[in-house]
Structures are given as structure tokens and as C-alpha cells.
């Protein structure tokens, strides 16, 4: 039995919910997004929230659907209301990112420079060595910052890379000479 399943969804001033067979479609000033969730799962909106039902309670693989639902269902109502952001740093002598138009431009010690086309649905912001990515889908901001990570990863000998801001680099003793 699931209890992230259990608790309904408060719809927020703003917020519009339509529901078909098994489609949410949640629209607001914000944006508009489309949850597809599991034909084991029901949903059903009363007054100013959202309730959601499966049919068997005992089987373990629907109540895992039954809270997956609800969850994805509960990230696009945040999304459309308040969005969602991910801060990434660049560490390292002479890195450094620019926006230009809709392309992050990257000197991560390469020979080259490294462009990031930024997908429609997504802004970025960069801010001396700080970028931050922001977006209405909870799914789709944390690709793209996991996409700009992996163009230069952190290494754990001196840091340098690209970094989550709340990122831990656990950092390595280098080799010890012996005399």
C-alpha cells in the first residue's frame, strides 16, 4: 500500500486540471503539461484536489504505480506553478560559460569550445561561473543539467569540472614520492 498514493493533490489558485481516460492535462499562466499515468491507477477530481484510487490493494506493483502517478502528477502541478531550477559551477583555471542566443558556449580546457544547444521549455542563466537551468518540467531541467555536467565531470584530483552547487567532490591524495 502506497503512501505517497493515499494523500491527494491540492490544486492551487490558477491551476487547470482536465482528465481524460488516462491523461492529465494540467495547464496555468506558467505553461501547460501532459502526465500519462498507469491504466492500473484512477484518477478523479473532487472540489480542489485530485484522489487517487487502484483497484487492488494488496498487489505490491500497483501501489508502486498508484504513488508513481500521484508523484508525476504532483511535479507538473509544482511545475506550472512555481517550476523548478538547477544550479550548476564551473571550476577550473580559465573555464568559463557565455550564452549566446540559446546556446551555452563552454572553455573547459578542450582545444575547442564546447556548445550546448538549450532545448525549447528551458531557459539558462549564467552568472560568472554559476549556470543556472530552470524550467516548468522537473524531468526535462534535470537532463539538461545532467547533459551539461557531462561534458567536463569533476575529477577528484584538484575539483576541476562542471558541478552540482550542492555537489560534494570527494577529493583524492595525489601520488607521494618516496625519497
Do not use: C
Not at 508502486?64 to 538547477?86: D, H, I
Not at 528551458?122 to 547533459?147: H, L, R
Amino acid at each position: 500500500m502506497s503512501r505517497v498514493g493515499k494523500k491527494p493533490i491540492v490544486i492551487p489558485n490558477g491551476v487547470e486540471v482536465k482528465i481524460n481516460d488516462n491523461v492529465v492535462d494540467i495547464k496555468s499562466s506558467k505553461g501547460q503539461l501532459q502526465v500519462e499515468i498507469p491504466q492500473q491507477v484512477k484518477v478523479a477530481q473532487e472540489n480542489d484536489s485530485l484522489v487517487f484510487t487502484i483497484a487492488n490493494l494488496d498487489n505490491k506493483s500497483e501501489g508502486a504505480l498508484w504513488g508513481l502517478a500521484r508523484s508525476l502528477v504532483n511535479n507538473a502541478v509544482v511545475g506550472v506553478t512555481e517550476g523548478f531550477s538547477k544550479s550548476l559551477e564551473l571550476n577550473g583555471v580559465g573555464f568559463k560559460v557565455v550564452l549566446q542566443g540559446k546556446n551555452l558556449v563552454l572553455n573547459v580546457g578542450f582545444s575547442h569550445q564546447v556548445e550546448y544547444n538549450v532545448p525549447e521549455g528551458i531557459t539558462a542563466e549564467v552568472e560568472k561561473n554559476k549556470i543556472t537551468i530552470s524550467g516548468i518540467d522537473k524531468q526535462q531541467v534535470g537532463q539538461v543539467a545532467a547533459e551539461i555536467r557531462k561534458i567536463k565531470k569533476p575529477e577528484p584530483y584538484k575539483g576541476k569540472g562542471i558541478k552540482y552547487s550542492d555537489e560534494i567532490i570527494r577529493r583524492k591524495a595525489g601520488k607521494v614520492v618516496k625519497a
